[in-house]
C-alpha cells in the first residue's frame, strides 16, 4: 500500500473535523435564525432540521428516530463500501467519492445522535452552550446543523409562467451543511469513477471476443478440406499424373 492511498482516510478525517468544528461553532455563537452575510450571494444562516439532507425533514418524533436508524446503516454501509475500494485499490474517483460520502455521513450522524444530550436548546433569543448531560433532547434526537446558504437569486417570477407566476422566489433556498455538501460531491464523484471503469471493462470484452472469433476463423482456414484443384485431382476424382 503507497502513502498515495492514505489520502482517502486523511479526506474523512479533514473533512469530518471542519464540519464538527463549523457547526459547533455556530451553535455556540449564533441564535438560532441569525445571519452572517459574507456576500450578498452567500451567507451564514442557522437553522436546526430533524431530518435528512437540505432541511428535508419527515415524520416528526418518530420518523426522527427512524431517520436515525437509517442513517446509521447507511453508514455502516457506505464504510463497509469504502473498506472494500480502499484496500483494492480501485479507481481513486470512487475510492474518493465513498471518502465524502462516509465523511457526510458521519457528520450528520454525530448531530443526530449526540447533539441532543451535549448542547442546550438554540433559541431565537439564547445561544445554545456546551453542557453534556444538559442538553435538550435525548439520545438519538438531535437536530443537524445548517448553516450554508446561497441565495444567487431571489425576485418575483414572471406572470406569465404557468401555476408559480407572480410567486417570490430564491435560488438556491434550501439551507445545508458541510457534510450535505461531501455527500452530495461524493456521490458525483463516485458516478465518474464507475462511469470510467465499466467502458474499459465493456471494451477489454469486446476486444477478447474479437480475438477468439478470429481465432476460430483462423482455424477453420487452416483446418479446410483443399479443392480437387489444390490436391492435383481431375475433374472425374482420380489423381492427374500429368501427360502422357
Known sequence: MTWKQWIFPLVIVVWLLADQTLKVWVKTTFRLGEELVIFPWFRLHFVENYGMAFGIQWGG??????????????TVV?????????????????VLGLSCIVAGALGNMIDSIFYGVLFTESTYFDVARFAPGKGYAP?????????????IWEGFLPEWLPLIGGRYFVFFAPVFNLADTAITVGFLLWLVGTWRVHPKRENHRTDTET???????????????????????GDDGRESCGNA
Open 211 to 233: 480475438d477468439a472469433d478470429t481465432g476460430k476463423g483462423e482455424g477453420l482456414t487452416e483446418g479446410r478440406v483443399q479443392p480437387m484443384e489444390e490436391a492435383g485431382m
Open 61 to 74: 418524533e418518530v420518523g426522527k428516530v427512524i431517520l436515525t436508524g437509517i442513517r446509521i446503516v447507511l
Open 78 to 94: 457506505f464504510l463497509w463500501m469504502w473498506w472494500r475500494s480502499w484496500r483494492r485499490s480501485e479507481h481513486p474517483l470512487i
Open 139 to 151: 439520545l438519538f434526537h438531535g437536530r443537524v446543523v445548517d448553516m450554508l446558504y446561497f441565495p
